[in-house]
């Protein structure tokens, strides 16, 4: 925010506001907008350059300004007014106390840094990676390591579930070695699937796009989605399926890779709705967690649905 900006009484005319204008203008950030104000500085309204030069001379600035400016509070985030500036195409944004006094403004240009800060951040979260203060050139080796290492270490540990549900199903498995040549295939598929549309909430819920109380209409609407990809990808697969292992490994196959597409669709979609449930940031529901999640999930459904198809 800079207080370095245009004011103007409401009494005065279009030629006065002018003047005032050309004495302030070396001193400002900008005066492609001033800031209508009354006695206590409080803001009563807003007209642009273009506006006065366009006006009669001699029309009073009371007649001629918006009487509904669009502005934010000083207790307003960073993210929301840039949020403003963008969607009411704004070359500034009035920053107001309580009390109503203006007491700054955020311009455009400053206004895009923030968006650009907050997209490298973002960017950042969706692999795992902590905050970062520098860039990736200047930062050291230490410091990547920590900002890294935690999530990794944590998936490790998620990821043994994957491995536990392999050793359950070890009969299952030994019966029918050719189940083993899909697991990568479809397991990453799982979480392929789970990854696109978490990238789809967190980048809409980010955006405001969506909220919380979209989440059961957008829950249907996946679930449709997820189904026409399942049955594609499905459909895909099936050859290869009966040439490897025969037809009841292709079936085995299909089904499974239609459930696992499903849900690691919806794993992808609801974590960012649970992360903002609880107040956490939704970028948090990485592509990595996600997909270890997704694998998860994908290993017991493929085997469960081996065994009970093979009667094993």
Not at 29 to 41: D, L, M
Not at 266 to 291: K, Q, V, Y
């Amino acid at each position: 925010m800079t207080s370095d900006y245009a004011t103007l009484p409401d009494h005065v005319t279009v030629q006065q506001a002018l003047d005032i204008l050309r004495r302030e203008a070396p001193d400002k950030e900008t005066i492609y907008t001033a800031y209508v104000v009354n006695t206590q500085r409080k803001l009563i309204g807003v007209i642009t350059l273009r506006e006065l030069i366009l006006a009669p001379v001699g029309a009073l600035i009371s007649e001629l300004m918006n009487h509904d400016p669009i502005f934010a509070s000083v207790h307003t985030s960073q993210e929301e007014i840039a949020a403003l500036i963008a969607r009411y195409d704004l070359m500034a944004l009035p920053i107001v106390n309580d009390d109503q006094h203006m007491i700054g403004i955020v311009t455009y240009d400053d206004a895009m840094d923030v968006v650009e800060q907050e997209a490298t951040e973002d960017f950042h979260k969706t692999a795992t990676i902590g905050k970062l203060e520098s860039s990736v050139k200047q930062a050291s080796v230490t410091l990547l390591y920590r900002k890294r290492v935690f999530w990794l270490v944590v998936l490790v540990f998620g990821n043994i579930f994957s491995g536990a549900g392999i050793a359950h199903f070890e009969e299952t498995i030994s019966s029918y070695l050719a189940l083993l040549f899909f697991l990568p295939l479809l397991i990453a598929s799982s979480g392929n699937a789970g990854a696109q549309s978490g990238t789809l909430m967190v980048r809409a819920l980010a955006t405001g796009d969506v909220s919380l109380k979209d989440w059961s209409y957008l829950l249907g609407k996946e679930c449709l989605v997820a189904l026409l990809l399942g049955l594609t990808m499905a459909a895909a697969v099936f050859g290869l399926g009966i040439w490897r292992g025969g037809a009841d490994i292709a079936v085995v196959v299909t089904l499974t890779m239609v459930l696992v597409v499903i849900v690691g669709s919806l794993i992808g979609l609801s974590l960012p709705f649970l992360l903002s449930r609880f107040n956490l940031d939704p970028a948090t529901a990485s592509g990595p967690l996600i997909t270890s999640i997704a694998d998860v999930t994908g290993v017991i459904l493929y085997f469960s649905i081996a065994a009970w198809y093979l009667n094993l």
